[in-house]
């Protein structure tokens, strides 16, 4: 099993930023990506942002591409989200997952981190 631990949410302003942290314990695994996932009310999950094992490969979904930098430290099983000019359509709950295989299929998921941005 694997825990994943979210924290760095919280309300701003539109043009804010914000840094998210997830920490990554439990099983130990030779390699994986890590990356974000987020919810608004009403509407499906949706992929964020996901990062390679070694951090060369780099995703992004185009709403956020630009704005928001993914980068993890592997000797600390961490994983960060830098989301800077926030808008208020960014509102939403984001998660940070754990995937063996691809980014696009997570196999772990942590509980969440709640993230506002007023207009």
Known sequence: ?????????????????????????????????????????????EF????????GSTYYADSVKGRFNISRD??????????NSLRPEDTARYYCIVAFRSFKVPDYWGQGTQVTVSS
């Not at 631990?5 to 914000?18: I, Y």
């Not at 964020?48 to 951090?55: Q, Y």
């Not at 592997?74 to 989301?83: D, E, G, I, R």
């Open 48 to 55: 964020v942002a996901a990062s390679s094992w070694r951090g």
């Open 74 to 83: 592997n000797a600390k099983n961490m994983v960060y989200l830098q989301m």
């Open 1 to 45: 099993q694997v825990q994943l631990v979210e924290s760095g949410g919280g309300l701003v302003q539109a043009g804010d930023s914000l840094r998210l942290s997830c920490a990554a314990s439990g099983r130990t695994f030779s390699s994986y990506s890590m990356g974000w996932f987020r919810q608004a009310p009403g509407k499906e999950r």
